[in-house]
């Protein structure tokens, strides 16, 4: 208790909230371009030249620092956590990005052809672009007060929506019209941009004392809180990770054309994200992150229910279809930022990055595990019955929801 007394962030340390929002914003926005060009720019750029299916399908292998970067996030949070010294949180955000920068240049001039060095330095501008969401993720979960997370994770899942823009869609204009050098350079540029807010941000609070525990993955399993939190988010996300990778299958073979499908997945996408993400950030400060994540994971599997009904009934015509879609997308981003917020107060001050990071790596992992499943159950069992299933999933965990919010509430006021 001593430790997470002394590493609990006052309100007269921490920065102005519209500084720290800027600064979280940059580097989130950051990291989503870098998320994007691996995996929609990068892949779509591949085929172009003539790579094969399977050898655009390794680029899969660079998610792994993201999935796994919970591994390190200990020696992460020891090193920005130092005992009797200032926090170094910038620190490590700022070369992380100064190291994604590097490889990205060195991307710039590596041809798209050259697959060995292609992967090398993308796998190096994601173990770069992981660690530095452990420290960033921290760094917000300190400086941004309670009531004011929901603005936090807007700015988290928002710049995520906003990076598809750039980190997909523009990126791939400039190498058809500039060429590949000119876009990843353009795109390199940006990033450093974007991390020039937290670079000049100050960083108060106070030093750790001597006889401070390190942060640890033993430490953070043995919070019952943080064992409910994983649970949560399995709970939460289980229903629509299942089927979010089916969506583009089912229209296609519903009638819909490749450049109307790429349409809707990114402007139309990105409109119903952005959206939903900002419906979040306000339905967060209005009811609280609890109500807020029961209020999501509802509207979530009603959407998905109504989708699910639409499928299974046979719905003529793609329209309503496409409609239904984007629909469920926004509810995606309301729970996105609902969820992130109630994870945030989750977390140990004494081990935030460890914490989150579990966190994040859960989610990761079901999004993972729904993916392959979705395939193989669609396959299986037809769009319709799959539908209804994960439906069906979505509301049981709902269900299950007040039961394990009340736990997780009743272990963090015991911690």
């Not at 795109?187 to 525990?213: D, K, N, Q, Y």
């Amino acid at each position: 208790m001593d430790a997470l007394a002394t590493a609990t962030t006052r309100a007269d340390e921490r920065l102005p909230f519209g500084q720290v929002l800027i600064a979280i914003g940059g580097i989130y926005l950051a990291q989503s371009l870098v998320g994007s060009l691996t995996f929609q720019g990068v892949p779509a750029v591949l085929r172009s030249t003539g790579a094969e299916l399977d050898t655009i399908g390794l680029v899969a292998l660079v998610m792994l620092p993201w999935a796994l970067k919970f591994l390190w996030a200990p020696y992460v949070e020891r090193y920005r956590l130092p005992v009797g010294r200032s926090r170094r949180s910038r620190r490590i955000v700022v070369a992380g990005e100064a190291i994604a920068i590097l490889a990205l240049i060195g991307l710039a001039f590596t041809a798209p052809a050259g697959h060995a060095p292609l992967f090398m330095l993308l796998g190096a501008v994601a173990l770069a672009s992981a660690t530095v969401d452990i420290a960033c993720d921290a760094f917000a979960i300190e400086q941004l007060a309670p009531a004011a997370r929901g603005w936090g994770n807007t700015a988290q899942v928002g710049g995520g929506y906003l990076g598809i823009l750039v980190g997909s869609g523009l990126f791939l204009i400039l190498v058809s019209t500039a060429g590949w050098t000119v876009a990843v350079l353009s795109l390199a540029s940006m990033i450093a941009v974007l991390t020039l807010p937290f670079a000049l941000a100050g960083e108060p609070g106070r030093p750790l004392p001597p006889g401070t525990a390190r942060p640890s993955l033993r430490a953070a399993w043995a919070r019952p809180a943080i064992r409910w939190g994983l649970l949560l988010t399995v709970a939460f996300e289980i229903g629509v990770r299942l089927v979010q990778g089916m969506i583009g299958p089912l229209l296609i073979d519903g009638g819909l054309d490749l450049a109307t499908l790429g349409m809707i997945n990114g402007l139309g996408g990105v409109i119903a994200g952005v959206s939903g993400t900002l419906a979040g950030g306000a339905l967060v400060r209005a009811l609280g992150a609890r109500r807020a994540v029961l209020t999501a994971a509802a509207l979530q599997a009603l959407t998905l229910a109504l989708l699910a009904a639409a499928v299974a009934g046979g719905l003529a015509g793609t329209g309503p279809l496409v409609g239904l879609v984007l629909i469920q997308a926004a509810a995606m981003a309301i729970g996105f930022v609902a969820l992130y917020s109630l994870l945030m107060g989750l977390a140990s001050p004494a081990q935030a990055g460890v914490d989150f990071t579990l966190f994040q790596c859960a989610d990761a992992l079901v999004a993972g595990l729904c993916g392959f499943g979705g395939g193989v159950l669609a396959k299986a069992w037809g769009y319709g019955p799959f539908f209804v299933a994960a439906a069906a999933l979505a509301v049981a965990g709902v269900l299950a929801m007040p039961f394990i919010l009340r736990r997780s509430l009743a272990q963090e006021q015991q911690q």
